[in-house]
T-cell receptor, first 114, second 117 residues
Framework: KAGVTQTPRYLIKTRGQQVTLSCSPI?????VSWYQQTPGQGLQFLFEYFSETQRNKGNFPGRFSGRQFSNSRSEMNVSTLELGDSALYLCASSLGTGRRTEAFFGQGTRLTVV | AQKITQTQPGMFVQEKEAVTLDCTYD???????LFWYKQPSSGEMIFLIY??????QNATEGRYSLNFQKARKSANLVISASQLGDSAMYFC??????????????FGKGITLSVRP
């Protein structure tokens, strides 16, 4: 079974630009969550999508948005990039239902804003 | 208040010895799940072990076991027979609420484990 795939693995963008990150979950998983990881703030929850609907949202500005497609693939978009957006962005997929729903993570996209 | 607390500084352990990584949590929800993840330098978060709040027994997965003390709100990870490949960051995480309605994980700050040959 293929794992969670995130593309691209690395990105360098300039302040003010926008960026789109992609995540393909494990086949059959309907929930996709996004996390931002920085040395200072650690791992912070961005949002979760389940069956194409945003089910949870973290405390991030509106510049951060996402969506999920009918095949469960998800994209995350960050507009008007700031230096502080430099981080490792991790995507996690899970079944999204049932008592034990461990999340399986991709390798992440490392975004550098210059 | 922090929901997940991991306060140990960088941990060192000799190869083949056991090591305990501490985690305390805070929640008022009676239904929750606790997870441990390993993050090597490559960045990927690797799921290690899960403990549900209603589970009667401590979870075990191969060399990993979880010392779950519900009254003390602690969920310490025990790694037995450490291997050089265990060197990584270890994160404790919690999911609160009725399972299936919420997949959000709250993570601790992590602990760096170094295994010495």
């Amino acid at each position: 079974k293929a794992g969670v795939t995130q593309t691209p693995r690395y990105l360098i963008k300039t302040r003010g630009q926008q960026v789109t990150l992609s995540c393909s979950p494990i086949s059959g998983h309907r929930s996709v969550s996004w996390y931002q990881q920085t040395p200072g703030q650690g791992l912070q929850f961005l949002f979760e999508y389940f069956s194409e609907t945003q089910r949870n949202k973290g405390n991030f500005p509106g510049r951060f948005s996402g969506r999920q497609f009918s095949n469960s693939r998800s994209e995350m978009n960050v507009s008007t990039l700031e230096l502080g957006d430099s981080a490792l962005y991790l995507c996690a997929s899970s079944l999204g239902t049932g008592r034990r729903t461990e999340a399986f993570f991709g390798q992440g996209t490392r975004l550098t804003v210059v | 208040a922090q929901k997940i607390t991991q306060t140990q500084p960088g941990m060192f352990v000799q190869e083949k010895e056991a090591v305990t990584l501490d985690c305390t949590y805070d929640t008022s929800d009676p239904s929750y799940g606790l997870f441990w993840y390993k993050q090597p330098s490559s960045g990927e978060m690797i799921f290690l072990i899960y403990q549900g709040s209603y589970d009667q027994q401590n979870a075990t997965e191969g060399r990993y076991s979880l010392n779950f003390q519900k009254a003390r709100k602690s969920a310490n990870l025990v790694i037995s027979a450490s291997q050089l490949g265990d060197s990584a960051m270890y994160f404790c995480a919690m999911r609160e609420g009725q399972t299936g309605a919420n997949s959000k994980l709250t993570f601790g700050k992590g602990i760096t484990l170094s295994v010495r040959p």
